[in-house]
């Protein structure tokens, strides 16, 4: 198959790690540790072109990509240097892109917006990919739409209802276009850590009498996130992780600060208590710690070439064996195991 031609919505951290990934697996498979799958469908990571991008950061508008990424307020570490990609940030229009807290942060360019689906389809872009921050429902619709009319793919990054919306789903589906989402799975993230934890303790016969997961970052997502979404996301993790067992039981899972000094660093605290053996108490009290874009690479890598596969196949609207490998809240939410077969099944 030819490259994957992809845009990006928001020149953020995730975009950051995504576009340094490119760069840094650009060489034979042997030597790329890191990755789920090095080759999928045929295609390595290097097979992924970005061809255009939108934001509306004055200090990322009109730069090259490969400067761009480097931008304050981004802070995700700098892996390799990125060449000149000869893509320049254009200023897409800004909704609700930038909550109360983040204004502080981001300063919205006075550059006239583009017209977005002109510039997808001026860089014959097949595949958009949303990464903007999470609070941005109105923005992600809108670029959605945009997809659409430009004839593109949509990957929905962000926890806003898109794949999981019927109404917009069944927009992809008449247009013939595949829709992902709602939310990207970590690489190796703490709700399928804590999952996979529930799973094997419950496999084992110990019942579960009550957990929880929360977490503190420091990147400018963590800032949107209390700002706007802290309840929508701690839904979505506290249903995806009570999803893990078979009974109800107490469970939380959440977002719950911003540490300014963690940079792009993400620390996660579990807390499970159960009982095995004639009610013999046992708890597991542990932390996990992460930086945040570069735990989103993997997983974007194998959904984008995933969707490049549907959008060959002329596959239209909400893909969900993709969408369930990819993303904590799918149209239809699969067990890890049965949602990885499928996934595996559908690319082959
Ligand atoms: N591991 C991960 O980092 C991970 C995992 C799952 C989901 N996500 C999701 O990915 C998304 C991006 O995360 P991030 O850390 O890169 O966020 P970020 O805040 O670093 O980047 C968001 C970017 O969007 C830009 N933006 C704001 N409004 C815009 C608009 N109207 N048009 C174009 N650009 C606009 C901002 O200027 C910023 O550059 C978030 O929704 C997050 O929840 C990330």
Redesign the pocket.
């Known amino acids: 198959m030819p490259k994957v031609k992809v845009a990006l919505?928001?020149?953020?951290?995730?975009?950051?790690?995504f576009i340094q990934g490119i760069q840094y697996y650009n060489k034979p498979e042997a030597t790329q540790p890191g990755l789920r799958n090095p080759t999928l469908a045929g295609l390595t990571p290097s097979d992924i072109e970005v061809v255009a991008a939108?934001?509306?950061?004055a200090h990322?508008i009109g730069l090259d990509l490969s400067e761009a990424i480097f931008a304050k307020?981004?802070n995700?570490p700098k892996v390799c240097d990125v060449p000149k990609l000869g893509v320049k940030v254009s200023k897409?229009?800004?909704?609700?892109?930038?909550g109360e807290s983040?204004k502080a942060l981001?300063e919205v360019s006075k550059e006239k917006d583009v017209n977005v689906a002109e510039v997808l389809i001026a860089a014959r872009a097949e595949i958009v990919i949303?990464?903007?921050?999470?609070g941005?429902s109105n923005?992600a619709r809108?670029?959605a739409l945009q997809a659409i009319a430009a004839d593109c793919a949509f990957i929905n990054?962000?926890?806003?209802f898109i794949a999981s919306d019927p109404v917009i789903a069944g927009q992809f589906e008449d247009a013939g276009l595949p829709l992902v989402g709602d939310?990207?799975?970590?690489q190796i993230?703490s709700t399928a850590l804590h999952k996979t934890l529930l799973k094997l303790l419950s496999d084992s016969g110990v019942h579960i009498n009550e957990t929880y997961q929360l977490d503190v970052g420091g990147?400018?997502?963590s800032?949107?996130?209390m700002d706007r979404?802290r309840d929508a996301?701690r839904t979505i993790k506290t249903e995806s992780v009570a999803a893990a067992l078979s009974y109800k039981t107490q469970v939380v899972a959440g977002s719950t600060d911003y540490v300014d000094f963690l940079q792009?660093k993400?620390d996660s605290y579990f807390w499970i208590a159960g009982t095995y053996f004639c009610n013999t108490p046992l708890i597991i009290d542990l932390k996990f710690q992460t930086v945040?874009?570069?735990?989103?690479g993997s997983v974007l890598f194998d959904v984008v070439r995933a969707v490049k596969v549907a959008k060959t196949k002329k596959q239209g609207g909400a893909i969900e064996a993709i969408s369930a490998y990819g993303f904590?809240r799918p149209p239809k939410m699969l067990p890890i195991d049965v949602a990885e077969a499928e996934f595996k099944k559908f690319v082959a």
């Open positions: 919505i928001g020149v953020g951290n995730c975009a950051s790690s939108f934001d509306v950061d990322k307020p981004n995700a897409g229009p800004l909704l609700d892109g930038v983040t981001i949303n990464l903007l921050p999470s941005a923005a809108f670029y990054a962000t926890p806003n939310d990207l799975v970590d993230g990147g400018n997502e800032v949107d996130t979404t996301k792009n993400r945040d874009a570069p735990n989103a904590k």
